[in-house]
């Protein structure tokens, strides 16, 4: 089968034999040709996210799986054994084993918005040393998405006030209206953004759904298993079969939710918590949100 | 199909059992909600329950309940909010329920089974089945109706959900009316409908039970059955879906969820990118990317078109995810970055399903030839449209200017289509976008619109859509 990305021909390196500044490097290059803003990718480093056109490479999410295989198609590791994730079950994850080309399962690169992210994801899946050194340059998710919101306040507020001030009459008067709300708004993300707790507070509103998503899941397991327990006394097989059929369906969904689930706790409790190198991309972030209000306060 | 002898002494012999019990199992109903699921009715349920029984009071004639329909447990809820302790033993007014016997009468073992068999007799449920089309299977809800029909002709009153199932988008859909309750109203042209829509506070979707521990909202009015003249089952009951969906609105007024929640996208099927994964003639793709994006049911689909279709087909589930994903995320549900495989899209149907939390949106390909694809989704709170229906989902596709920041254009564009589609508004001008959450909004005399913005842009191409319900 040719395909074309077959073209380029990757040599796999070994994750342990490799820092873990190489590995990012090899990341970011790895993804050259997905990202569509040339100029964010040229000076992109381990913290630059790889979706979004404001400070992000540009790549759009029908390239995201070809992040993640391209990372796969570069390094070789040693955690290549399936071994069950847990006793009886049938899903697997990765033990020790020979070296052999990496594999990220299902679910376990929803973190890595960032080559750093995703040199983090491969220490914390074992394919690589932990580095405590290089994970103190890697903003967290949290963060990373955080501070993207903030980005395109300040862009989108920046262009408003562009706009506005071209504009007469009463477009002029409406822009302005426009402008005072998105300068509110700016202004009010950035108090969240000053205050680590509040932005912890918010971000629970996605794990809230999220957990009551999964506890209506359970309710619906459940249900499911006493009408397999209700049919079972009936002596009904096929309805029996039916009914197996759905718990095996809610019990996958449950595996999801369950994933999705402790990504927002990840996301909630993280956004609590900052290091220096949140603190610097948060101080840019609010400078640039400042610069906007200001700029958007000087329209008369 | 009439009723026999035997049929007829069964049912008295219900309705008088169900009397002599109506006020410990009403008072365990209400126990029950409140006590165990910790539900909670609005502070002046009191004096709105009063003015519906006012309105009750003056129709002397039997009544069809018809509520809408999320959870397994509706039924009682609304009978908890309707219904007030000293009304127990109206009679009349106790409503007769058709649960669906598969879902409750064959639940947990001998004694739990016994347990809920008596309570549901008490309550005067006839037990109906939806599935199944077979000679029996329709005989069974041919009877059921007579029941019902006979209950009313009696001057009763029955509980139907006019939705006949749980809605799996966690919206009542008025284009898509059933015809048994037309039927019922023209069977019995004397009964008024109870429309009633009832949800709590943090109802995102259809599930067993609502959240412990929520306020349950409702919104009810009186409707008039069958009208002199009307023949057609579909007609009356498009009037009662039309009044039901008015109701849902009148709830969604003071709801803090977001009401409209839609999403589109667009898929350039020109770009090299696009094309990375598969084969020279686009007939082979690579399986394990392939299975990086779908489930084992949408590969199976796949396979199943063959290799002429296999491109076009794989960026069809593709558009048709990503619009899901956008209308999702409008509900508060994000979908994890790369977790394609969360929700499930059924071509066929025009259904993409959400695995974590059940939900079910519709979908819809507009834009649809060699070069582009354009999707749109819509979860709740309008419409989708189709062919011969226009929708509430508003849309334009359009080529980025060589030169232009694709995503700079998609947002000039949104602002022109809202500006164009709205004689007051005129001007692209008078509206700004505003971002939260990673989600648009348009920004119209400084107030974010409820209208479920969705911007898309691949390769050469823009989307833009919003709601207009």
């Known amino acids: 089968m040719a395909f074309m990305r077959k073209q380029a021909v990757v040599e796999a390196t070994d994750l342990n034999a490799i820092t873990p500044e190489e590995a990012e490097k090899r990341i970011i290059a790895g993804v050259k040709k997905y990202a569509t803003n040339e100029a964010n990718f040229a000076k992109a480093d381990g913290n630059t996210p790889y979706l979004g056109h404001v400070v992000g490479m540009g790549i759009e999410s029908s390239n995201l799986a070809d992040i993640t295989m391209s990372i796969e198609r570069q390094f070789l590791t040693k955690m290549t054994a399936k071994v069950p994730a847990a006793p009886g079950s049938a899903d697997f994850k990765l033990g020790p084993g020979e070296l052999g080309k990496l594999r990220i399962l299902d679910g376990q690169d929803a973190l890595a918005a960032t080559p750093g992210l995703s040199v983090k994801m491969l220490m914390d899946l074992g394919h690589m040393p932990k580095n405590d050194s290089y994970l103190g340059r890697v903003v967290s998710f949290a963060y990373v998405m955080a501070c993207g919101d903030g980005w395109k306040m300040a862009d989108a507020l920046k262009k408003m006030a562009a706009k506005a001030e071209k504009l007469q009459g009463s477009e002029r008067d409406e822009a302005k209206a426009n402008l005072k709300t998105l300068a509110a708004q700016a202004t009010d993300y950035d108090a969240l953004l000053a205050d680590p707790a509040k932005l912890a507070a918010a971000k629970q509103k996605t794990f809230a759904n999220d957990k009551a998503a999964l506890e209506a899941l359970q309710n619906e397991l459940t249900l499911a298993l006493d009408k397999i327990k209700g049919i079972s006394a009936d002596g009904d097989a096929a309805a029996l079969a039916k009914h197996r059929g759905e718990e095996a369906e809610i019990r996958t969904r449950l595996k999801m939710s369950a994933a999705k689930l402790r990504v927002s706790q990840e996301v909630a409790e993280a956004a609590g918590r900052r290091r220096p190198i949140e603190e610097a991309k948060v101080a840019e972030v609010r400078k640039a949100i400042a610069d906007a209000v200001a700029l958007a306060g000087t329209l008369s | 199909m009439a009723l026999t002898a035997e049929d007829l002494s069964a049912l008295r012999r219900q309705r008088l059992l169900s009397l002599a019990f109506a006020f410990p199992v ?444």
Request: glycine residues 8%; hydrophobic residues 40%; proline residues 7%.
């Open chain 2, 26 to 469: 009403s008072f365990m109903v209400t126990a029950i909600a409140r006590l165990v699921f910790r539900y909670r009715l609005p502070p002046d349920i009191a004096r709105r329950r009063a003015e519906l029984w006012a309105l009750l009071d003056r129709h002397d004639g039997p009544l069809i309940w018809a509520p809408n329909h999320l959870t397994l447990i509706d039924s009682f809820l609304i009978y908890w909010a309707v219904f007030p302790l000293s009304r127990a033993l109206d009679d009349r007014r106790v409503p007769w329920s058709t649960p669906e016997y598969t879902n409750y009468y064959r639940l947990g073992g001998p004694l739990q089974s016994a347990f809920l068999r008596g309570l549901l007799y008490l309550c005067r449920c006839i037990p109906f089945l939806r599935g199944g089309e077979d000679a029996a299977s329709a005989a069974w809800r041919e009877k059921a109706f007579e029941k019902c029909a006979h209950i009313l002709r009696e001057g009763g009153a029955v509980f139907v959900f006019p939705e006949a199932g749980r809605a799996r988008s966690g919206w009542l859909e008025p284009e898509r009316p059933k015809d048994f309750l037309g039927r019922l109203a023209l069977e019995v042209p004397k009964a008024k409908f109870l429309c009633v829509y009832l949800r709590s506070e943090r109802q995102f979707g259809s599930t067993a039970i609502p959240p412990r521990g929520d306020s349950v909202r409702v919104v009810w009015d009186l409707l008039e059955g069958a009208r002199p003249g009307e023949a057609n089952p579909r007609d009356v009951s498009q009037r009662l879906f039309d009044r039901l969906a008015e109701l849902q609105e009148e709830w969604w007024k003071g709801s803090a969820m977001p009401k409209n929640c839609g999403g589109n996208d667009v898929v350039d099927l020109q770009s090299p990118l696009l094309r990375e994964n598969f084969s020279d003639d686009l007939t082979q793709a690579d399986p394990e990317w392939l299975d990086r994006h779908l489930t084992p049911r949408e590969r199976a689909y796949l396979d199943a078109q063959g290799p002429a279709a296999l491109f076009a087909t794989f960026w069809r589930f593709f558009c048709a995810k990503e619009a899901a994903h956008k209308a999702l995320a409008r509900a508060g549900f994000v979908v994890p970055r790369g977790a394609f495989r969360e929700i499930e899209v059924d071509l066929f149907r025009r259904k993409a399903s959400h695995g974590p939390t059940g939900l079910r949106l519709d979908l819809r390909f507009t834009d649809d030839d060699e070069d582009k694809l354009h999707a749109l989704a819509v979860l709740r709170g309008g419409y989708i449209g189709d062919e011969a229906t226009e929708g509430d989902v508003l849309w334009r596709v359009a080529a980025v200017p060589p030169g232009q920041s694709p995503g700079a254009f998609v947002r000039d564009l949104a602002l022109e289509l809202a500006a164009s589609s709205n004689d007051e508004i005129g001007s692209p001008s008078r509206l700004a976008l505003l971002e939260e959450d990673g989600l648009p909004s348009v920004l119209w005399r400084g107030k974010p619109q409820d209208w479920s913005l969705s911007l898309s842009h691949s390769g050469r191409y823009a989307a833009a859509s919003f709601m207009i319900s």
